[in-house]
């Protein structure tokens, strides 16, 4: 079995998602006592934030791309970015070790086009919308139109989930919001609905709308379990 090296601490919890998520997966697939072989490279998310709000990207890239050398030469088969905010940034990691990255931009491109869908909507964090999730790779390499909220209707969902979901909080006049913003979205002629967020999967299903919603991160971590396993 191959050896994911994680990058995580950004932040702590979506790292725990992950890692929880890979070794279930990993147990399913090889069955037994089967659990995955991982190395960890945990930032102080603070300090990573430090150099972001002062507009010091790029030794931000540099923190995360010594720490990928650092798991890559320890022995990583691939590398994996636990959090979706720090994803905008691989497309600047020059080092060689950058090219065993499994972007979780290329895990939902295959997802969506391996069920033939063309046209989907794009939900979450502002930062996701914008960086994260490469709209322009996913349209080059998987031939997929991915549809944005509308700028007033993005506001309000960074507000609900920096205000509300990120704090564990759960409001039903929230939830119907953010169910409306997803409507608009689907009346476009759409073909499925990706949440950039784990929370936002508390309160939008696939049995809320009348379309495929796609977890971002449940799908990555299904990727990452299959190159893992083959």
Not at 11 to 34: D, F, M, P
Not at 145 to 154: N, S, V
Not at 214 to 221: P, Y
């Amino acid at each position: 079995m191959k050896t994911v090296g994680l990058l995580g601490g950004m932040k702590w919890e979506s790292t725990g998602h992950y890692y929880r998520l890979i070794n279930v997966g990993v147990s399913q697939q090889a069955g037994g006592t089967h659990s995955t072989k991982i190395f960890l490279g945990s930032f102080d998310f603070d300090e990573i934030e430090r150099l972001r709000t002062v507009g010091q990207r790029a030794e931000a890239v540099a923190l995360l791309s010594r720490a990928a050398d650092s798991l890559k030469g320890a022995g990583a088969d691939y590398l994996v970015i636990c959090g979706n905010e720090m994803h905008s940034m691989a497309d600047d990691m020059t080092t060689p070790s950058a090219a065993s990255l499994l972007r979780i931009t290329d895990a939902v491109g295959e997802a969506l086009q391996q069920q033939g869908l063309r046209r989907v909507g794009l939900l979450g964090p502002g930062f996701f919308v914008s960086e994260a999730l490469d709209r322009r790779r996913l349209a080059e390499q998987f031939n997929l139109e991915t549809c944005l909220p509308e700028t007033a209707d993005q506001r309000v969902i960074d507000g609900i989930i920096c205000d509300e979901l990120a704090h564990g909080v759960i409001n039903d006049t929230s939830r119907r919001t953010c169910l409306a913003v997803a409507q608009k979205l689907i009346n476009q002629d759409l073909e499925g609905l990706i949440l950039g967020c784990p929370e936002l999967t508390l309160i939008i299903t696939s049995e809320d709308v009348a379309v495929p919603v796609f977890d971002s991160l449940e799908v990555h971590a299904g990727v990452i379990v299959k190159r893992l396993t083959v």
